[in-house]
């Protein structure tokens, strides 16, 4: 089965600040598969534990359960482009910071885990309630399926990628590039 480009997908890619969107979370969810690949391989080198391994993986989700309800009811109160901006540029400061916690403590890991979650919960629903007002009614299907497309590759792409970048410059070096993606 080939992927076929319609006109109304041209139209949409046509739209820049569309563009700029399906553009930056596609780099953006690459980078967050390196920091699902980086999380756990940074505690279990720094702990040997496979219990740490998987609680860290169980932090980082723990927001989705937690405020995942929520975050949409939030969000509304804001304005939703700054609420992304910051919750990029602070998951961009955040991860950062993972190395450095984690030559001083594990534990500070996990709750850096848990922040850099917690703010994305909160960038998704932003995202789902801007698309109307940058492609209109009429292309918000197709827009959201491009999205959903996206979002499909990055989960193919972005592991295979994670997991070569975390083998060739190591877990460290994976998250300065996971905060690279944050800013792009």
């Not at 975050?71 to 910071?97: E, T």
């Not at 916690?101 to 995202?127: N, R, T």
Request: charged share 15%.
């Amino acid at each position: 089965m080939a992927l076929e480009v319609t006109a109304g997908d041209r139209s949409l890619l046509a739209n820049r600040n569309f563009l700029l969107l399906w553009v930056g979370q596609f780099v953006s969810q690459i980078g967050d598969k390196l920091a699902m690949v980086a999380f756990p391989w940074i505690v279990y080198t720094s702990t040997g534990s496979e219990l740490s391994t998987g609680a860290v993986l169980a932090i980082y989700t723990l927001p989705y359960v937690l405020f995942g309800v929520v975050s949409g009811v939030l969000v509304d109160r804001f304005d939703k482009r700054h609420i992304m901006v910051f919750s990029d540029l602070a998951r961009a400061a955040l991860v950062l910071c993972v190395p450095l916690a984690a030559d001083w403590s594990i534990a500070s890991v996990f709750v850096l885990g848990f922040l850099v979650a917690s703010i994305g919960v909160f960038f998704e629903p932003c995202k789902l309630a801007i698309l109307p007002e940058l492609v209109g009614t009429s292309r918000l299907v197709r827009a959201n399926s491009l999205l959903a497309t996206g979002e499909s590759l990055t989960e193919v792409i972005g592991f295979a990628v994670a997991g070569f970048v975390v083998y060739a410059v190591g877990a460290r070096v994976a998250f300065s590039i996971d905060s690279i993606t944050f800013v792009v």
